[in-house]
């Protein structure tokens, strides 16, 4: 398998401009998971998704986010308008749902917003 | 609810040493325990996991974990550690659910 992906890898845009991270899991895997990494915070759930329902959005940190499962097979993170704290990278994760706690990672998308 | 703490940011050991990286954690009812490894600009591995059974789990790479339940840990070791093993170190845990909770990490570096 493949593994999980993501695009893009790297992402720099300008304030105020609409950013769209995408994700394909694992095939099989009925979880979803969207994480964003930083220095000063570490791992941060932003949201998970189970047989492409969301499930907890708690994490989303205001409604410049949003998450999307249209199908077993994409999901997507868009953040509009876009502001310079959202810059870091952004890990989507699949898993199972008979192994709870087991995720694999994608290789994140790194956003630099300037 | 569910916690994990890192205590140690960093962790420092020379090449050949033992190394440790400690965890320990908070949870209602049976622990789900799972080490992740972070090389830089790379996403997380899973390395191992302990459900039930024997306390001492192996992973990969020749890493090993101690699940302690009176003390509430799950320690990561290596008997010999490499220059190759520094890393980021991310310990999680459940108690049943679908959303793990992760440490902070620990970033382990090995000295030549």
């Known amino acids: 398998d493949a593994g999980v992906i993501q695009s893009p890898r790297h992402e720099v845009t300008e304030m105020g401009q609409e950013v769209t991270l995408r994700c394909k899991p694992i095939?099989?895997?009925?979880?979803l998971f969207w994480y964003r990494q930083t220095m000063m915070r570490g791992l941060e759930l932003l949201i998970y998704f189970n047989n492409n329902v969301p499930i907890d959005d708690s994490g989303m940190p205001e409604d410049r986010f949003s998450a999307k499962m249209p199908n077993a097979s994409f999901s997507t993170l868009k953040i509009q308008p876009s502001e310079p704290r959202d810059s870091a990278v952004y890990f989507c994760?699949?898993?199972?749902?008979?192994?709870?706690?087991?995720?694999?990672f994608g290789e994140g998308s790194r956003l630099t917003v300037l | 609810a569910q916690s994990v703490a890192q205590p140690e940011d960093q962790v420092n050991v020379a090449e050949g040493n033992p190394l440790t990286v400690k965890c320990t954690y908070s949870v209602s009812g049976n622990p789900y325990l799972f080490w992740y490894v972070q090389y830089p600009n790379r996403g997380l591995q899973f390395l191992l996991k302990?459900?039930?059974?024997?306390?001492l789990v192996k992973g990969s790479y020749g890493f090993e974990a101690e699940f302690n339940k009176s003390q509430t840990s799950f320690h990561l070791k290596k008997p010999s550690a490499l220059v190759s093993d520094s890393a980021l170190y991310f310990c999680?845990?459940?108690?049943?659910?679908?959303?793990?909770?992760f440490g902070r990490g620990t970033s382990l570096i090995v000295h030549p």
């Open positions: 095939s099989g895997h009925n979880s």
């Open positions: 302990y459900i039930t059974g024997d306390n």
């Open positions: 994760a699949s898993s199972d749902s008979g192994m709870p706690g087991e995720l694999f």
């Open positions: 999680a845990v459940t108690g049943g659910s679908y959303i793990p909770t």
